[in-house]
Every structure is written in structure tokens, then in C-alpha cells.
């Protein structure tokens, strides 16, 4: 008899539990949407409205009309120009020369020959994809190996196919001694090749 008491009371506990919960849900089933699609409350865009609002977004929020645009475009490739003109003929303050100073947020690859070195300016980001390099530096500190989390002091190898960063200009990477084939460096960034 006793069994029967516990079937008949987990019977009307589970049915109890299944009507409270159904009451509970209905607030829940309503609640994604006050009315009909196409009303105040929830409106239908088109594909090319949500297309112009993404554009905007990307551009920085505000409309331009095409002859700004034309002004931006020639302003900015005017700049470019100088930059690439004033950089070409630089030297280093030891005496050497060296090649131009390349400063883009976009990955640029560049071959380093074996005797030369890849300076970065503050901030930049280099990937070996090939060869054997170590980390050059002037200073105790080196370069920053994003992939592992350590830090890469003057002459320690570095891995390939690793992100590296460099905090302070005057650091960058060589080819490691006794190479006789050079770098190939993915870069992202400012730097000078000496």
C-alpha cells in the first residue's frame, strides 16, 4: 500500500509541476514580440536599407557625396605620395644605407638577405614564414611572441609561423648567423631594412 501512496503522490507532483509550468510559458511565448511584422512595434527592412546603414557604419557614420569622396580619394593618395618619396632616400644614423620606410596596417611580405637586418618601428608585427632568424636588439629587452606569450631577447631564434611583436623602434630580426639563405617575413606595420 505504501507503493501505491508514493506512485499515485510523484503522479499528481509531476502533473502539478507540468500545468504551473505551461501557465509559466505563456508570458515567455509573447515575449520576442509585441505585434504583427510591419508595425511600429517590429518593422520589415529591406536588404538594401540594412546594406546603406552598414556602409555608413564602415565609413564612420556620416553620408558623403561622390565630389568629397573624389577630394578624400586624391588628398589621400597626394599623402601617400610625399610619404613614399621623402621615405626612399633615407639612411640610417650609423652610416649604412637603407632601404624605404614602409608604414601600412595591411601585411606586406619582405625578403631579408642574409648580412641584413628588418628594424620595426614601435608597434609592429612581424610573421617569419621562411628561413632561420634571431631576434636583434640593441637593449636586454627584444621582441614580444604573441603565439607562446614569452619574450624574445637579442639572439634567441624565433619560431616560424609565430606573431611578433615589437614595443619600441630600434628591435627587429636577422638572419641567423652561418644562413645562407635569407627571410621571408610577413609585416605589419612600420620598418626599415638595413
Do not use: C, W
Not at 24 to 46: K, L, R, Y
Not at 65 to 88: C, F, I, Q, R, V
Not at 101 to 113: Q, R, Y
Not at 155 to 163: I, M, S, T
Request: no cysteine.
Amino acid at each position: 500500500m505504501k507503493s501505491r501512496y508514493k506512485v499515485s503522490l510523484a503522479a499528481v507532483l509531476l502533473g502539478g509541476g507540468i500545468v504551473a509550468g505551461s501557465l509559466m510559458n505563456n508570458s515567455v511565448n509573447g515575449a520576442s514580440s509585441s505585434g504583427q511584422p510591419g508595425t511600429a512595434d517590429d518593422p520589415v527592412v529591406t536588404k538594401s536599407y540594412v546594406d546603406q546603414k552598414i556602409a555608413q557604419a564602415l565609413k564612420g557614420g556620416t553620408t558623403t557625396n561622390t565630389s568629397s569622396s573624389k577630394t578624400t580619394s586624391s588628398a589621400a593618395s597626394s599623402t601617400t605620395n610625399a610619404t613614399s618619396n621623402a621615405t626612399t632616400s633615407g639612411a640610417s644614423s650609423s652610416g649604412k644605407a637603407s632601404s624605404a620606410v614602409e608604414h601600412t596596417e595591411e601585411l606586406k611580405v619582405v625578403d631579408v638577405k642574409p648580412g641584413q637586418k628588418l628594424i620595426a618601428k614601435a608597434g609592429s608585427e612581424f610573421i617569419l614564414r621562411n628561413g632561420y632568424a634571431v631576434v636583434y636588439s640593441m637593449d636586454a629587452s627584444g621582441a614580444i611572441d604573441i603565439t607562446s606569450g614569452t619574450e624574445i631577447v637579442h639572439n634567441q631564434a624565433v619560431e616560424k609561423n609565430h606573431l611578433l611583436s615589437f614595443p619600441r623602434e630600434g628591435r627587429g630580426i636577422q638572419v641567423k648567423e652561418g644562413q645562407k639563405f635569407g627571410l621571408v617575413v610577413m609585416v605589419r606595420g612600420g620598418y626599415t631594412l638595413q
